[in-house]
């Protein structure tokens, strides 16, 4: 599908006309056909799909076999598929917005622009993502909206992309009979074909058919996760722009899974679970400190301006900050960032001070700086962020030296009016996991009581 004669820059909403048809039945033996005219795409549900087979993977790092006797075979659903869905409301008889839906959450976007392609006369249709820096662009025909996902900060990396109107169905409509309810928590191992594997804890509700979940690592959780248990298999899928998730499993009578999680088209890896509903990760406020040598946090920093900012800067005296190290890129970052614009929404303080680190993918200084203004446009940000440097995590440590590691974004580190630090936490544990109450709770408490001293 070629897309070189789409115009980037078009920003106006909704700018063809299409027509739906309308049946409206007069007797039992009778109907007449009347167009119902939209100003955009149809309103209602739609099923799509990112096919994540057409570009290569990376399975099996380290090419070790993986036991013959599991039967990996998913056969309810299409290989390399990672389906999801979405809702196009009109909010007027003009304009209109798209909702992509995961569980109980709801991703609103209503930057798209719809037009026509010069040599070829076709509909076209761009859905962006402005925080995340990625959008969709495709033709649009019939009811199939048809072409790619692209994300522009990783060297246009791109996924064929399709979606059909009137389908509410996620993964499939069949209602096989489960072996077993796997509602709960589960202990869970990724990369299991390495000699490294990580950690993580599963937690999911089944309804019926319906499954609903999340996993959770040391460095953050993925964010809310629907799908479906049809007999032995479990699948799980989200997208939001940022990450497109896919989970496959087959569930064992022994109450354990084995299966296979991809993230976009170019990762592929194997995991493995089972109940274990003690299991625990490490603690977050623990796997990232200072180093010895060091007495504390210090940084320099242009901020959207260009201006250089550091902690010593009189607008930050006396003041208790809260320093977030993030990225625009990072859906984990930019649900901490929701939570912290709540709290400073709900605890107006002059004594609190909140200052984010952006490490971006772009390489180019005004690039992510202007990537960084529209994240902090997007979500009325008001407090500085500054731009701290690549975001690959070894590279990143050179700008913030005192620190063992950056492990993870995000990284919240607070520290007193003097400067002293006072609390690390690695990770984020967002509102799709059971910790997110947990998390909140101790930052309230830790943030109130340095604010009352």
């Given at each position: 599908m070629n897309f070189k004669d789409y115009i980037t820059p078009l920003r106006i909403k909704k700018l063809s006309t299409f027509f739906p048809l309308l049946i409206i039945c007069l007797s039992f033996k009778a109907c007449i056909v009347v167009p119902e005219q939209y100003s955009g795409l149809p309103p209602g549900p739609w099923r799509a799909v990112l096919k994540l087979e057409p570009r290569p993977v990376i399975p099996n790092p380290d090419a070790k076999p993986m036991p013959e006797k599991v039967n990996m075979q998913f056969e309810e659903v299409m290989e390399g598929e990672l389906p999801f869905n979405f809702e196009v409301i009109y909010d007027t008889k003009e304009d209109y917005h798209i909702e992509f839906i995961h569980g109980e959450e709801r991703i609103y976007i209503d930057?798209?622009?719809?037009?026509?392609?010069?040599?070829?006369?076709?509909?076209?249709?761009?859905?962006?993502?402005?925080?995340?820096d990625s959008y969709i662009v495709a033709y649009y025909e019939e009811n199939v909206i048809e072409g790619r996902w692209i994300v522009p900060n990783r060297g246009n990396y791109s996924i064929p992309f399709v979606a059909y109107h009137g389908k509410d169905h996620r993964f499939t409509s069949l209602r096989k009979e489960p072996l077993m309810d796997i509602s709960g928590k589960w202990e869970a191992y990724f990369e299991i074909e390495t000699d490294s594997p990580y950690k993580a804890i599963g937690e999911f509700v089944q309804n019926g058919n319906h499954l609903t979940g999340t996993f959770l690592t040391e460095t953050g959780d993925y964010r809310y996760l629907e799908g479906t248990v049809q007999a032995d298999k479990a699948y799980l899928s989200t997208f939001d722009g940022a990450h497109a998730f896919l989970f496959e499993a087959k569930i064992r009578e022994d109450s354990t899974m084995i299966g296979t999680f991809r993230s976009g088209s170019h990762y592929k890896t194997t995991w493995e679970a089972k109940r274990n509903p003690y299991f625990e990760l490490g603690d977050p406020d623990t796997l990232t400190y200072i180093k010895e040598g060091y007495e504390g946090l210090a940084f320099e920093f242009p901020n959207t301006e260009g201006i250089l900012t550091n902690l010593e800067d009189k607008e930050f005296e006396g003041k208790v900050k809260v320093v977030?190290?993030?990225?625009?890129?990072?859906?984990?970052?930019?649900?901490?960032?929701?939570?912290?614009?709540?709290?400073?929404?709900?605890?107006?303080?002059?004594?609190?001070?909140?200052?984010?680190?952006?490490?971006?993918?772009?390489?180019?200084?005004?690039?992510?700086?202007?990537?960084?203004?529209?994240?902090?446009?997007?979500?009325?940000?008001?407090?500085p962020i500054l731009l701290a440097g690549y975001y690959n995590k070894k590279?990143?440590?050179?700008?913030?030296?005192?620190?063992?590691?950056?492990?993870?974004?995000?990284?919240l580190i607070v520290l007193d009016e003097n400067n002293e630090i006072k609390w690390i936490h690695t990770g984020f544990k967002g509102p799709a996991t059971s910790g997110y109450d947990e998390f909140k709770q101790k930052f309230e408490t830790i943030i109130g009581e340095l604010i009352a001293d």
């Open positions: 930057e798209i622009s719809m037009g026509r392609t010069p040599s070829r006369a076709r509909d076209t249709v761009r859905i962006d993502f402005p925080v995340f977030q190290i993030m990225g625009t890129w990072c859906p984990n970052c930019r649900d901490e960032t929701n939570y912290l614009l709540e709290y400073l929404k709900n605890n107006p303080s002059d004594k609190l001070q909140v200052i984010s680190l952006a490490f971006e993918k772009y390489r180019e200084n005004d690039q992510a700086l202007l990537t960084i203004k529209n994240f902090k446009e997007e979500l009325n940000i008001p407090y590279e990143a440590l050179n700008s913030l030296p005192m620190l063992n590691h950056i492990l993870s974004y995000p990284t």
